[in-house]
């Protein structure tokens, strides 16, 4: 089992709220991935990093933005939480070298009201 | 960015084998092809990754032609656990992790 943690697995926040989605990884993987999902549809890419303060962001545009302090931690923050925000949100790492296999966390499904 | 197509669903039974192609009719020389698995409320498995030609692993097949256009995962003899939705994937480099819209396989007794 990959040893990836995501919190919380659920959130029901009100618009406006500030929210920080939790993301760790135990493995020493440099890589980290966040990714949005909407319940049937695909996965999009949203934020990645290679290593310590390295941050980019993918190939959907986010509100969201992200913080790489520790290699073992990967917190995406919200600053104010609207209804189209409300989506599933997966967390990701792979170690740097080569097209290496992705470790997924199990997710936060994130209900904004 | 070099997308990728898959059907939207299959249906099979127990102890059938399940082949589901991925088109990436505009796939980089520098992508690799991987598959992976989700169900309902988890993140995404890895499954199997290839580059060209066929690779094999305990769970999976996984067969490119020549031309690296389209691939087609094989799972040998289903069973209902199997049930999920699968993901190919193009994978380039960070900027180019790009996941199909998934195709829902089903497993019926």
């Known amino acids: 089992e990959a040893d990836i943690y995501q919190t919380p697995r659920y959130l029901v926040i009100g618009t406006g709220k500030k929210i920080t989605l939790e993301c760790s990884q135990t493995?020493?993987?440099?890589?980290m991935y966040w990714y949005q999902q909407d319940p049937g549809m695909e996965l999009h890419l949203i934020h990645y990093s290679y290593g310590v303060n390295s941050t980019e962001k993918g190939d959907l545009s986010s509100e969201s933005t992200v913080s790489r302090i520790r290699t073992e931690h990967f917190p995406l923050t919200l600053e104010s939480a609207r209804p189209s925000h409300t989506s599933q949100y997966l967390c990701?790492?792979?170690?740097?070298?080569?097209?290496?296999?992705?470790?997924f966390g199990p997710g936060t499904r994130l209900t904004v009201l | 960015l070099a997308k990728t197509t898959q059907p939207i669903s299959m249906d099979s039974y127990e102890g059938q084998e399940v082949n589901i192609t991925c088109s990436h009719n505009?796939?980089?020389?520098?992508?690799?092809i991987t598959w992976y698995q989700q169900f309902p409320s988890q993140g995404p498995r890895f499954i199997i990754q290839?580059?060209?030609t066929k690779v094999t692993n305990e769970v999976a097949s996984l067969f490119i032609p020549a031309d690296r256009k389209s691939s087609t995962l094989s799972l040998p003899r289903v069973s209902l656990s199997d049930t999920a939705v699968y993901y190919c994937?193009?994978?380039?480099?960070?900027?180019?992790?790009?996941f199909g819209a998934g195709t829902r396989l089903a497993v019926h007794p």
């Open positions: 990701a790492s792979s170690v740097a070298s080569g097209h290496n296999e992705q470790f």
């Open positions: 505009n796939i980089a020389t520098n992508d690799y």
């Open positions: 290839g580059y060209k």
């Open positions: 994937l193009l994978s380039g480099g960070y900027n180019k992790l790009i």
């Open positions: 493995m020493g993987h440099d890589k």
